[in-house]
T-cell receptor
Framework: DSGVTQTPKHLITATGQRVTLRCSPRSGDLSVYWYQQSLDQGLQFLIQYYNGEERAKGNILERFSAQQFPDLHSELNLSSLELGDSALYFC?????????FGSGTRLTVV | QQQVKQSPQSLIVQKGGIPIINCAYENTAFDYFPWYQQFPGKGPALLIAIRPDVSEKKEGRFTISFNKSAKQFSLHIMDSQPGDSATYFCAAIGWERGSTLGRLYFGRGTQLTVWP
């Protein structure tokens, strides 16, 4: 157990739908990073939060949004889902230097 | 634009062999270089990391070699075992101008298979 908790582990949904992925960082970590992993694109950085504030954006689509709550957990919202959004979604939290990843949410869009 | 370039994409070795994975970067602002190991269905896990002022770091059977002038670094796995079969990612942490938070840039990954 890495200390970073992601739910749900698996999600199957239809095209056009909206889903919410949840992440709780390691105790004491203030930052949360979201990554998308697909077979052909590797690990792509989506967005970063620190203590409730958005701090950096990567290759995040406009259909996707995220937020970090006062208790530091974060949610990634994916809407108008397309088949190409099927991927593993990871969150990570950062302590001093190193990043710790959760076990991911596997999203399948059918 | 891939900030960290990794090769090879896949690697197959016999048990006991020494697989070598290579990475290169351009951004001289990177100042921390971790390697992650990922098993199927799991998240990437930190394996070993190095700072650019060090040329080599060993942890158990895993060694990072770092060449700052060439902006290249590599992972060597000594006496590889079937249990080492996984995807390995090199990465670099850099700080964007005006930011106090680092950002992790990944290579594309190397799928390693160690045959018994």
């Amino acid at each position: 157990d890495s200390g970073v908790t992601q739910t749900p582990k698996h999600l199957i949904t239809a095209t056009g739908q909206r889903v919410t992925l949840r992440c709780s960082p390691r105790s004491g970590d203030l930052s949360v990073y979201w990554y998308q992993q697909s077979l052909d694109q590797g690990l792509q950085f989506l967005i970063q939060y620190y203590n409730g504030e958005e701090r950096a954006k990567g290759n995040i689509l406009e259909r996707f949004s995220a937020q970090q709550f006062p208790d530091l957990h974060s949610e990634l919202n994916l809407s108008s889902l397309e088949l190409g959004d099927s991927a593993l979604y990871f969150c990570a939290s950062r302590g001093d230097v190193s990043y710790t990843f959760g076990s991911g949410t596997r999203l399948t869009v059918v | 634009q891939q900030q960290v370039k990794q090769s090879p994409q896949s690697l197959i070795v016999q048990k006991g062999g020494i697989p070598i994975i290579n990475c290169a970067y351009e951004n001289t602002a990177f100042d921390y270089f971790p390697w992650y190991q990922q098993f199927p269905g799991k998240g990437p896990a930190l394996l070993i990391a190095i700072r650019p002022d060090v040329s080599e770091k060993k942890e158990g059977r895993f060694t990072i070699s770092f060449n700052k002038s060439a902006k290249q670094f590599s992972l060597h796995i000594m006496d590889s075992q079937p249990g080492d079969s996984a995807t390995y990612f090199c990465a670099a942490i850099g700080w964007e101008r005006g930011s106090t938070l680092g950002r992790l840039y990944f290579g594309r990954g190397t799928q390693l298979t160690v045959w018994p």
